[in-house]
């Protein structure tokens, strides 16, 4: 685990502090009475523990947690694809979809 300083991944004028924990490999034993005890291997997910919401674009700790791990998404393709979408009638909500 690290501290580390990220910019906001939406509006990117903030600097938000989060702790990084990098993905490994977790132990796990497992007793049964068919095999006895056994070991295996499961790997984390990365992950980042944002400590705060952006002051700037009021975006929640869960969403920039969200974009941190899923990468950068692209604002105009996404309005793009939202607009499509509303044409085929479908009425999209991104704030209450995630
Ligand atoms: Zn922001």
């Not at 400590?51 to 700037?56: D, L, V």
């Not at 674009?57 to 899923?70: D, F, R, T, Y």
């Amino acid at each position: 685990m690290e501290n580390v300083k990220i910019n906001c991944p939406f509006c990117g004028k903030t600097t938000l502090f989060a702790i990084y924990t990098p993905s490994f490999f977790q132990a796990h034993r497992s007793h049964s009475s068919a095999s006895g005890s056994k070991t295996t291997y499961f790997k984390t997910k990365k992950k980042y523990e944002v400590q705060s919401p952006c002051p700037n674009c009021g975006k929640s700790v869960k969403e920039i947690q969200k974009a941190l791990i899923e990468g950068k998404k692209d604002p105009e393709k996404e309005k793009k694809i939202l607009e499509r979408l509303k044409k085929q009638g479908l009425d999209f909500n991104v704030q209450t979809k995630f």
